[in-house]
């Protein structure tokens, strides 16, 4: 290659520097075997791209503004003519650039080799009008590298294709390219649904979070982002894969950080106990943000449930905390008993007793007056989440509060005839506190596990409900006595 061949690519004005990049590109790809970093050279159609290269580089020259070719000129030509037959390029390159590309975009190389063949095939389509995709055959070998083609049997010498065939081939080969790494990473990444990837903030889309996993991008919605948590680009996050979707434009891999499998999993990379399944995650409940509580249990007897997920001074649990952002993590311990893992889930809460309803799934818990604002939390936050840890509607009262609930079904129970205090001891046994339970409970409760008749059962319901209108009422007027006294108090002039 002389410097005759590349000085007739160049001429004067602004286009010079761009006609000096291609030339220079393609000669030394040519000379050396260079794998150059083009964009086009790394989908794989280097010989294409050469083409189209130079014949953009001699159109340029070769225009109604440069009309006259020197020597060099025409020696370019004659060099571009010999493009045309694809062996510009060693062919152990092009088998090298595949293996490039299989390596970068996780992609097989037999794949790649059939997205050769058929982007040349619709190259020569294009050349010879032909819309039958089986008109042409393209091989490429797979140990040389040769390409070759034929239509119906017959030779056809990769020569004939011109410029915007070329174009036609580089397209195709993008998108088969792009197709085939679509595929790729959906297969990778599907099989990894509900596991943690770490990633790196590349942008913001409104409130979506665009995180760099390397060779996708992982978008995480703001209902999955943990609230009030703020990231800032450039910055390694961990967040949970919770759906891989394929469209037609992208793999879209959606994050989650406030998702409560997040949690499972960081205890399972902290702890080893929880990844070895020794201890078992039984059940959680999570506010993103605030508070997660977790009831744990240990198939073995030796193993400390509680006391493996804290770690030593709280060095296991600290971990998990400060990946969350300070979110408190409440272990409370399992129990197959439905009271016992109440009063646990309500801890820090010291719990007095647990009345439960399995008709209604509803468990009364009594606390102390003092203990009572602990048992609810801030907000109800501690009661809400305890009762979707355990599965149980829960009623927080004090000891008072329970008594007169009771008292007052005991005392109506006894009006309705034909009632015994032993059968009135049971329906408060069955975790019927109030008598305005009854009417969610019903009367078949009362006929199928306490046997009472039929017609018993409805008088029972009936009084009850009629019990309960006197409730609401006297409950009414309390609230509206003391919403006077409150604006009275309000509008007192200040001593």
């Known amino acids: 290659m002389s410097k005759r061949i590349l000085a007739g690519f160049l001429g004067g004005g602004s286009a010079r520097r761009r006609r ?228 037609p434009a992208a793999v879209k891999i959606i994050l989650s950080r406030s998702h409560v499998e997040f949690i499972r999993r960081l205890f399972e990379r902290e702890v080893p106990e929880v990844g070895e399944r020794t201890i078992e995650l039984k059940a959680l409940a999570r506010e993103p943000g605030h508070r997660t509580k977790i009831a744990v249990s240990s198939i073995d007897s030796k193993v400390d449930a509680v006391g493996a997920c804290v770690g030593v001074r709280g060095s296991r649990i600290k971990n998990i905390v400060d990946e969350l952002g300070g979110e408190k993590i409440d272990i409370v311990r399992w129990n197959e008993s439905s009271q016992i893992l109440i009063s646990n889930a309500l801890k820090p809460a010291e719990v007095a007793e647990v009345a439960l309803c399995f008709a209604l799934m509803r468990a009364t818990v009594v606390v102390n007056d003092d203990q009572l604002s602990l048992a609810i939390g801030k907000r109800g936050q501690n009661v809400r989440l305890a009762a979707r840890l355990t599965g149980w509607d829960i009623d927080i009262l004090t000891p008072a509060e329970f008594q007169a609930g009771v008292q007052r079904l005991d005392q109506t129970l006894k009006t309705v005839e034909g009632m015994t205090q032993e059968l009135i001891d049971k329906v408060i046994a069955m975790g019927i506190i109030d008598v305005r339970d009854m009417e969610e409970v019903g009367a078949e409760p009362l006929v199928e596990e306490l046997g009472v008749d039929p017609a018993l059962a409805e008088k029972i319901l009936d009084r009850c409900l009629e019990e309960a209108e006197i409730v609401e009422k006297e409950q009414q007027a309390k609230k509206a006595a003391e919403a006077a006294a409150k604006a009275a108090a309000s509008a007192a002039p200040w001593d």
């Open 20 to 247: 000096r990049q291609w030339a220079e590109t393609g000669l030394r790809l040519m000379a050396t075997g260079h794998r150059a970093r083009m964009k086009w050279v790394t989908f794989g159609v280097a010989q294409l791209v050469l083409v189209a290269g130079f014949q953009e580089c001699w159109t340029r020259r070769s225009g109604p503004a440069c009309p006259s070719r020197d020597a060099a000129g025409r020696a370019a030509d004659r060099q571009l003519n010999s493009l045309w037959s694809f062996r510009a390029m060693p062919n152990p390159e092009l088998l090298r650039i595949v293996d490039g590309i299989a390596r970068d975009k996780n992609v097989q190389r037999e794949q790649i080799y059939v997205d050769i063949e058929q982007a040349i095939a619709s190259a020569l389509r294009k050349q010879f009008n032909v819309e039958d995709v089986n008109e042409f055959v393209v091989k490429l070998d797979r140990v040389s590298g040769d390409l070759s083609a034929t239509r119906q049997g017959e030779a056809v010498p990769l020569s004939v294709l011109g410029r915007i065939a070329a174009q036609t081939a580089k397209q195709v080969m993008i998108q088969l390219i792009r197709q085939d790494e679509r595929g790729s990473i959906y297969d990778e990444y599907k099989d990894r649904v509900g596991t943690i990837v770490t990633g790196t903030v590349a942008r913001f889309e409104g409130p979506t979070m665009i995180v760099n996993l390397g060779r996708a991008e992982g978008i995480m919605p703001r209902s999955e982002q943990i609230p009030n948590e703020a990231h800032e680009v450039g910055e390694r996050v961990q967040a949970l894969i919770l759906e891989v979707r394929d469209t």
